[in-house]
T-cell receptor, first 113, second 112 residues
């Protein structure tokens, strides 16, 4: 069974540019989460999809971040325009049920210079 | 909102010794507490979890204890090995958000 996959694994962009991260959850997992880890800190919740609907996006830092999950399969997280403080590792996770194990992707390391 | 505090931030032990990592949480309705291990350059992976209807759970060299009254839970690793070196994250299920809230992580280093 394929796990959660994220693309790209690394991205280096200049301040002001746009970046789009992609996450492919485990097939059949309705729940998809985006998290971010800034250097040395906790893995912080960004948002939660149930199928194609945003269940909770209270963790999104500001309106420069836009997440979509059209069709309820893969998800994208766009940062536009990127700022220096957006640097970090962005993780995606999926689960079959909110009460069961969440499986993580390998993360996208975003560096804004 | 829900808050999870994790201590220590770094932990160094000699191979064969035990390691203990502690977390406290604020949401009294939380009922699911997983622990994730993240090795360098790899994804976080679930190593053990506990639900609120039990006080302790063991899986070989790792165990987790939960004290719901005090709202804290701990990870215990016995007979540590170099391959246990990693960052460990505790988490709980935020019942309002229905997503995991993580602690800040503990970097465990096992010295051979």
């Amino acid at each position: 069974e394929a796990g959660v996959t994220q693309f790209p694994s690394h991205s280096v962009i200049e301040k002001g540019q746009t970046v789009t991260l992609r996450c492919d959850p485990i097939s059949g997992h309705d729940n998809l989460y985006w998290y971010r880890r800034v250097m040395g800190k906790e893995i912080k919740f960004l948002l939660h999809f149930v199928k194609e609907s945003k269940q909770d996006e209270s963790g999104m830092p500001n309106n420069r971040f836009l997440a979509e999950r059209t069709g309820g399969t893969y998800s994208t997280l766009k940062v536009q325009p990127a700022e220096l403080e957006d640097s970090g590792v962005y993780f995606c996770a999926s689960s079959q049920d909110t009460r069961t194990e969440a499986f993580f992707g390998q993360g996208t390391r975003l560096t804004v210079v | 909102g829900e808050n999870v505090e994790q201590h220590p931030s770094t932990l160094s032990v000699q191979e064969g010794d035990s390691a203990v990592i502690k977390c406290t949480y604020s949401d009294s309705a939380s009922n699911y507490f997983p622990w994730y291990k993240q090795e360098l350059g790899k994804r976080p992976q679930l190593i053990i979890d506990i639900r609120s209807n039990v006080g302790e759970k063991k899986d070989q060299r790792i165990a987790v204890t939960l004290n719901k009254t005090a709202k804290h839970f701990s990870l215990h690793i016995t007979e540590t090995q170099p391959e246990d070196s990693a960052v460990y994250f505790c988490a709980d299920l935020d019942t309002g958000r229905r997503a995991l809230t993580f602690g800040s992580g503990t970097r465990l280093q096992v010295q051979p």
